[in-house]
């Protein structure tokens, strides 16, 4: 009997703890670029502003990096993105003040969508106004309505199935790039004088199933094994 109850324990023991290390985990990657296009034919990368919206003439682009993330099932995902929050009077310049940000404007939706241009030609602006159409069309990733309220906050997107099957093409081996746009017709923005925020407060974050390796396996069918014997002895 005694022995009965240490091989339960250590079974039970054996297969709490392989389970556990297979939990699902939280995984935040920080943008290896970003930017925008603007409807003249402008662009601007190297983590500079990512203005979105006034009049749909500006549209922004995220890049990021998910080679070196582990292997695994990407349950869910968001995209979060510091909208700076309105500080005016400060700098002063030949007598003028300037918003050193300004945050959203006006209200509306900001809409994510799929990117078919490449990384080179995304960060080089290698194709001007075939890449600002593409920010702003193709396959929808999600979207989420601002405000001024947003000012100063986070602002966070839920990321839907469309993008979890592509960052999961991705994950491990490459890039996976985002467009923004505003609703059409709508003149107000968000993301205003964004360039001076960090790299790191533009992230991606994963909620990833890891995929187990082999020995994990293996202890997990031993300490279910074990268990099943108890059972059946008892």
Do not use: C
Request: charged content about 15%.
């Amino acid at each position: 009997m005694k022995n009965q109850i240490i091989r339960f324990t250590l079974g039970l023991a054996l297969f709490i703890a392989v389970t556990s290390a297979t939990a699902q985990s939280i995984v935040t990657i920080g943008a290896t670029d970003r930017g925008y296009y603007d409807s003249t034919g402008f662009s601007e990368g190297d983590g500079a502003n990512y203005l979105a919206g006034q009049n749909d003439s500006y549209r922004d682009w995220f890049l990021f990096d998910l080679s070196s993330v582990s292997p695994g099932t990407i349950v869910s995902a968001q995209l979060m993105l510091l909208n700076p929050g309105e500080t005016y009077s400060i700098t002063e310049q030949e007598g003028h003040y300037y918003p050193l940000y300004d945050g959203a404007s006006g209200s509306g939706t900001f809409q994510l969508w799929d990117v078919s241009t490449s990384a080179s030609d995304l960060e080089n602006g290698t194709t001007l106004a075939a890449t600002f159409a593409d920010l702003g069309s193709g396959t929808s990733y999600g979207s989420q309505t601002f405000s001024s309220a947003d000012d100063g906050t986070f602002f966070t997107i839920n990321l839907n199935s469309d993008f979890l099957a592509a960052a999961q093409s991705a994950l491990g081996s490459g890039q996976i790039a985002v467009g923004g746009s505003i609703d059409s017709g709508n003149s107000g923005f968000i993301f205003g004088w964004s360039g001076g925020i960090d790299m790191s407060d533009t992230m991606l974050v994963l909620d990833i199933t890891p995929v187990p390796e082999p020995s994990t396996l293996a202890l997990v069918s031993l300490g279910g094994l074990n268990l099943l014997l108890f059972r059946r002895r008892k």
